[in-house]
């Protein structure tokens, strides 16, 4: 990426950032909420349904089961650091412990607040594409504060387009359309594009995931009602 885009993409952020409360809680300009990402029709990678041979993963959780599709190819690492964690068995029984309703839940650190990797506790670092982006139902590793993936991950729960205003931007600075028509449709976050890591994407039970979004909250923004995660179960799609 050259110095120019990413300074763009830098400013961008900020505008987005200062714009995330009326963008996050707003209707989009249709005057109605998008498709919900399970049901959204786009060429994008996230929404074209998993074919044959797809890695998946399945959540089993007290709220409901939801299932997403894994993208290896892009995100190596934290394909291969999830999937060892949950072949492993280090998600089951752990709880969901951040809600924002209409942003993101998120889970993955364990009874003492703490995270870890297939690699004996070392972080990697995130991994960048053009195919992958912060839409709804997008399942991403989080960075800590120095910029590393662990075994924290969120599933993007956003239920409300994008103000015409920010696509606008988008489109000045040079976003690919298909990108800003998949925003437009889903809803997301693209602010957290080319900070975060985007590894999976929800295709079934997002309702699952909407449900736990609705989820009462104490001051720490975890669930007043613990939310455990049964297991998650890698499987090959067929």
């Given at each position: 990426?050259?110095?120019?885009?990413?300074?763009?993409?830098?400013?961008?952020?900020?505008?987005?950032?200062?714009?995330?409360?009326?963008?996050?809680?707003?209707?989009?300009?249709?005057?109605?909420?998008?498709?919900?990402?399970?049901?959204?029709?786009?060429?994008e990678l996230q929404f074209t349904h998993p074919a044959a041979?797809?890695?998946?993963?399945?959540?089993?959780?007290?709220?409901?089961?939801?299932?997403?599709?894994?993208?290896?190819?892009?995100?190596?690492?934290?394909?291969?650091?999830?999937?060892?964690?949950?072949?492993?068995?280090?998600?089951?029984?752990?709880?969901?412990?951040?809600?924002?309703?209409?942003?993101?839940?998120?889970?993955?650190?364990?009874?003492?607040?703490?995270?870890?990797?297939?690699?004996?506790?070392?972080?990697?670092?995130?991994?960048?594409?053009?195919?992958?982006?912060?839409?709804?139902?997008?399942?991403?590793?989080?960075?800590?504060?120095?910029?590393?993936?662990?075994?924290?991950?969120?599933?993007?729960?956003?239920?409300?387009?994008?103000?015409?205003?920010?696509?606008?931007?988008?489109?000045?600075?040079?976003?690919?359309?298909?990108?800003?028509?998949?925003y437009a449709a889903a809803g997301g976050a693209p602010y957290l594009d080319y900070t975060d890591t985007?590894?999976?994407?929800?295709?079934?039970?997002?309702?699952?995931?909407?449900?736990?979004?609705?989820?009462?909250?104490?001051?720490?923004?975890?669930?007043?009602?613990?939310?455990?995660?049964?297991?998650?179960?890698?499987?090959?799609?067929?």
């Amino acid at each position: 990426m050259s110095g120019k885009c990413k300074k763009a993409l830098l400013a961008f952020g900020l505008a987005m950032a200062l714009c995330l409360a009326g963008c996050l809680g707003g209707a989009d300009s249709a005057g109605g909420g998008p498709a919900r990402p399970d049901h959204i029709e786009s060429a994008e990678l996230q929404f074209t349904h998993p074919a044959a041979g797809d890695t998946v993963a399945v959540f089993d959780t007290s709220a409901g089961v939801f299932r997403a599709v894994l993208f290896p190819q892009q995100a190596p690492q934290a394909c291969a650091n999830f999937i060892g964690l949950a072949q492993a068995g280090y998600y089951n029984g752990l709880t969901i412990t951040r809600v924002e309703a209409g942003f993101v839940v998120e889970a993955g650190q364990d009874a003492g607040g703490g995270a870890t990797t297939i690699w004996n506790g070392n972080g990697y670092p995130p991994e960048y594409t053009d195919q992958l982006h912060h839409y709804s139902g997008a399942l991403c590793a989080a960075m800590s504060e120095r910029g590393e993936g662990a075994s924290v991950f969120y599933v993007m729960q956003t239920a409300s387009g994008l103000e015409q205003e920010l696509l606008d931007q988008m489109a000045a600075q040079g976003w690919r359309q298909e990108i800003i028509d998949a925003y437009a449709a889903a809803g997301g976050a693209p602010y957290l594009d080319y900070t975060d890591t985007v590894f999976g994407q929800v295709y079934e039970g997002m309702e699952t995931v909407d449900a736990i979004g609705a989820a009462g909250v104490d001051e720490n923004q975890a669930p007043v009602e613990p939310i455990t995660i049964h297991s998650v179960t890698i499987e090959t799609y067929q």
